[in-house]
C-alpha cells in the first residue's frame, strides 16, 4: 500500500485523516481514547474493520494512562458509544472486557490491540486471495463506499479481492459510484485504487443500474459492517439497491468481509442497529448548500442486504455459498 491506515507508535497512534482526502494526505495523531472516539464519531477514520482496529489501540492508551479498571471501563463505554453498526467495533470491545475480566495489565490491553491489527491485515490478505478466484482475465466490476486499505487494517475487503487479482495479472476497471452523502466512492475508492495502479471509473449514485446493464459489469463486490447469522448483511447505503439491481440482471453479488464483521447473536437483518446521521450530510455537499434550509432529511448511513440478493461472502476462511 502507498499509505498506512493506522500506525500504533508505541504510546499514541497515527492515523491518516480520511476526512480530508483525497485533495490532501494528512495524518493525526491521537493520544488517548477520548481522541480516538471523537477520531471514529467524526470519520477521520472509518470503515467496520479499521473502526475494530482502531478501538483496540483506544482501549490500550486507556490501560496506559491509567491502569485503573474504572478508566478502562469508561474507555470501554465511550468507544462502544461512538458508532452503531460496524460489528467489528464491538468484536473488539468483547476482547478487551475478557481481558478486563481477568484482571489483565497494560502490556495485556496492548498485546492483544497489536494482535487485532496483525490479525486483520493477515485475514485481508486470506480475503483477497479467496476472492481474485472469482475475477475473470479481465473484467469489469463494481462496489460501493470504501472497502479497501483505508477501512481495515491490511489492504482491505473487497478492493483486497481487485489487489490480489492485480497482482495475479487479470485486468480490470472498477465502476465506482460517489456514494453520497459521504463521498466515500469518490473521495476514497476512486483515490485508493488509482494510487495503487488499477483502473477505476467514477459514476454517479443514480447511475449504478444503468452501468451495470450498460457496461455489462461482471460482477459487484461489496464490505459490510454486520452480517446476521442468516447472512443478512448491512453496508452502506445503496448497497441493497445495488444488489437488486444486479439480480435483476442477473450479475452475480459478493459481499467481503472477515469473520469478525459476523455478529453470532443476531438472526436476521431486522436485529441490526442502523445509524442515522445528521441532516446536514444529506442538505449540503462539502460545505455547500445545496436543499432548503428546513427541509425534513432522513439520512440512514446503512442498509441491509437480505441474504436471497448475495451469491457468496468471500471470508479469510473461504467463499460461504448460501
Ligand atoms: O460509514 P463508513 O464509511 O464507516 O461505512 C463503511 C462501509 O460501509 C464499508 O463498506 C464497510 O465498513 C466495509 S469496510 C471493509
Redesign the pocket.
Same mark, same amino acid.
Do not use: I, L, S, V
Given at each position: 500500500m502507498e499509505f498506512k491506515t493506522i500506525e500504533w507508535l508505541g504510546n499514541k497512534v497515527k492515523i491518516i485523516d480520511q476526512t480530508v482526502l483525497p485533495f490532501r494526505e494528512e495524518y493525526l495523531i491521537l493520544q488517548d481514547y477520548r481522541e480516538v472516539a471523537f477520531a471514529i464519531k467524526e470519520?477521520k477514520i472509518?470503515?467496520?474493520?479499521a473502526i475494530g482496529v482502531i478501538a483496540g489501540y483506544g482501549v490500550a492508551l486507556a490501560a496506559m494512562e491509567s491502569h485503573n479498571k474504572k478508566n478502562i471501563e469508561e474507555a470501554i463505554k465511550v468507544l462502544g458509544e461512538t458508532r452503531p453498526t460496524?460489528y467489528n467495533l464491538f468484536y473488539t470491545l468483547n476482547r478487551m472486557k475478557k481481558i478486563l475480566k481477568n484482571n489483565g495489565t497494560s502490556e495485556d490491553f496492548i498485546a492483544d490491540a497489536i494482535a487485532i491489527h496483525k490479525e486483520d491485515r493477515e485475514i485481508t490478505e486470506k480475503i483477497g486471495e479467496n476472492g481474485a478466484k472469482l475475477l475473470k482475465d479481465e473484467g469489469r466490476y463494481m462496489t460501493i463506499? *470504501?472497502?479497501g486499505a483505508l477501512? &481495515?487494517g491490511g489492504i482491505? &475487503?473487497a478492493l483486497a479481492v481487485f489487489y490480489k487479482g492485480k497482482d495475479r495479472g487479470k485486468k480490470m476497471t472498477i465502476y465506482v459510484p460517489e456514494t453520497r452523502p459521504?463521498l466515500?466512492g469518490a473521495r476514497l475508492t476512486a483515490w485508493e485504487l488509482m494510487k495503487n495502479g488499477i483502473k477505476v471509473v467514477l459514476i454517479a449514485d443514480g447511475a449504478k443500474a444503468f452501468t451495470l446493464k450498460t457496461k455489462k459489469i461482471d460482477l459487484v463486490i &461489496?464490505?459490510?459492517?454486520r452480517i446476521a447469522c442468516n447472512g443478512d448483511t448491512a *453496508?452502506?447505503i445503496g448497497t441493497y439497491g445495488l444488489a437488486i439491481s444486479a439480480k435483476e440482471l442477473n450479475i452475480p453479488f459478493y459481499i467481503a468481509a472477515p469473520t469478525t464483521t459476523f455478529d453470532p447473536n443476531i438472526k436476521t437483518g431486522d436485529e441490526i442497529p442502523i445509524e442515522e446521521r445528521a441532516s446536514d450530510e444529506v442538505k449540503n455537499c462539502r460545505g455547500e448548500k445545496i436543499a432548503p434550509e428546513n427541509v425534513d432529511v432522513y439520512n440512514p448511513?446503512?442498509d441491509i442486504t437480505p441474504a436471497n440478493l448475495i451469491s457468496g461472502i468471500i471470508t479469510e476462511k473461504g467463499i460461504i455459498r448460501p
Open positions: 470519520m472509518r470503515g467496520a474493520p460496524a463506499c *470504501n472497502a477501512a &481495515t482491505g &475487503t459521504y466515500q &461489496t464490505g459490510a459492517d *453496508n452502506k448511513a446503512f
